[in-house]
């Protein structure tokens, strides 16, 4: 069946912009597949035309007259990634009134002026929707706003800013603050102007809209308390890393007795707690509530294609509730075949007790080498009468080790096999230790 065509615009064509109309264009038959729709960037606002761009767009796409869009008829969708206050109030208002639906990026214009978008998008009957706002491509909102609605959220805990988080584990490894921050911004995880990153504003914006939706009650940026990331320098670092702690911009937003308080402040963090270990543009959200407990969700926080996701997230479900949407499918498109039996990858570990004679290890060994199953590390252990070898082995396939361990058993110094494993680890194989 063919496709339904979709012409979207987007309101800037910066770092996210671009990503967004990338995306489109690579993964245009993937978005078809699971949607039966091709959305397409047929007009994108910009300053200046004449600016390089990531994503260079097809002639006649960039505009500098936001009238090519708002006088459009045909437009599908808007997508507003320019950022700041204004003139971009006034543009969300007169898309939405003239009935098209708008997927925001701009935290810092909905923690302020909110209140007004939404009614205006009720008032018409379009959706405005805004998961990249918060966490870029973490799925935040959309988990909050419909698997989480009878759960009664009372505390988020969470690390939401990438850029800070960025500067503080530059830190932790030896860079300066400057040279950290300079990095951020080379990568596009910095707003336009950086000092709402390290001064809190960008993560109490996003606590705002947090707070919002998880307690179903507004709270504006005007409602948070927050401290930035300026004043920290490498001796706090350094104190932290002594106590066994790392620093990190944490936001919080709870519900005490039917009240709310939300802060975005650094803090010291045990490096125990899972907060500890989101490093680098990464940000986090632990939600807790009534039936759920806590749930974390966690991932990139920061960045063109990153949050580039999140606003095709928005289109597409745009698509999806829209008339009868594309959800009567389960986004079933391809046969794949099972991978066989025995042949997937991972590295081993293998408890194997043996009698503790001449040759038995290397008898052991040759059980894996005819397996091609490779020794990362060996440890070997006494026991009563005998000896248990600790064995990790390099990737290998299900199928090998089964095969190997198979011949050891059959070895007649063999006694026990009472461990074989898969290791899942992001460190080296060469590193992992269990004396
Ligand atoms: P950016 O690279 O500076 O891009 C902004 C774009 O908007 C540019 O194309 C710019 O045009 C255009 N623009 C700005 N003001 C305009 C105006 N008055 N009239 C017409 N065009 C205008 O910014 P970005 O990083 O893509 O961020 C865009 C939005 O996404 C912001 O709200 C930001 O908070 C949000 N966001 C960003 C990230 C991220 O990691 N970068 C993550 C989540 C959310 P020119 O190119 O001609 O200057
Ligand atoms: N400047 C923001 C950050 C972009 O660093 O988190 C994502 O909203």
Redesign the pocket.
């Known amino acids: 069946m063919a496709p339904v065509d979709v012409p979207v615009a987007l309101?800037?064509?910066?770092?996210?912009?671009a990503a967004v109309n990338r995306f489109l264009h690579e993964n245009a038959g993937d978005i078809e597949r699971a949607t039966g729709h091709r959305l397409r960037v047929v007009k994108a606002?910009?300053?200046?035309l004449k600016?390089e761009r990531d994503f260079p767009a097809a002639p006649g796409i960039l505009t500098?007259d936001f009238a090519e869009i708002a006088d459009n008829p045909k437009l599908s969708l808007v997508a507003e990634?320019?950022?700041?206050l204004d003139?971009t109030h006034k543009y969300i208002l007169r898309l939405l009134e003239s009935g098209k639906p708008v997927v925001t990026?701009?935290?810092?214009l909905l923690a302020q002026r909110g209140a007004e978008l939404f009614a205006t998008a009720q008032e018409a009957g379009v959706q405005l929707r805004f998961e990249?706002?918060v966490c870029?491509a973490i799925p935040v909102i959309k988990v909050l706003r419909e698997s989480l609605v009878v759960t009664n959220v009372h505390r988020i805990l969470g690390i939401v800013n990438?850029t800070t988080n960025y500067i503080l584990t530059q830190m932790e490894l030896g860079a300066s603050y400057e040279e950290a921050l300079a990095e951020a911004k080379h990568y596009?995880?910095a707003?336009?102007d950086p000092t709402e990153d390290v001064s809190g504003a960008d993560a109490a914006a996003k606590m705002a809209i947090l707070a919002t939706v998880a307690f179903g009650s507004r709270v504006t940026l005007a409602d948070v308390q927050f401290e930035g990331v300026e004043h920290i320098n490498s001796a706090h670092v350094a104190a932290a890393r002594q106590m066994d702690m790392v620093i990190r911009l944490i936001g919080q937003a709870a519900l005490v007795d039917g009240r709310y308080d939300v802060r975005v402040s650094p803090a010291l963090v045990d490096r125990a707690h899972p907060l500890a270990s989101v490093e680098g543009p990464f940000n986090a959200v632990m939600l807790q509530g009534d039936a759920i407990r806590e749930i974390t969700l966690e991932g990139p926080g920061?960045?063109?294609i990153?949050?580039a996701s999140a606003v095709i997230a928005d289109m597409v479900s745009i698509i999806g509730t829209t008339g009868a949407g594309f959800l009567h499918n389960d986004a079933c498109w391809r046969t794949l075949d099972r991978l066989p039996a025995g042949e997937l990858r991972s590295p081993f570990y293998m408890q194997i007790s043996v009698d503790d004679r001449p040759g038995v290890l290397a008898r052991v060994a040759e059980c894996l080498a005819s397996h091609s199953v490779s020794v990362a590390r060996l440890v070997q252990t006494q026991v009563e009468g005998g000896a248990t070898l600790h064995v990790v082995s390099h990737e290998a396939t299900y199928g090998a080790i089964e095969g190997a361990l198979e011949e050891i058993r059959g070895l007649p110094e063999s006694r026990e096999i009472s461990a074989a494993f898969p290791v899942i680890s992001q460190r080296g194989i060469s590193e992992l230790g269990w004396t």
């Open positions: 309101l800037g064509y910066g770092t996210v912009g606002l910009v300053r200046d600016k500098t990634v320019m950022g700041g003139p990026a701009n935290k810092q990249a706002s870029a990438g596009g995880y707003e336009i920061a960045g063109g990153e949050t």
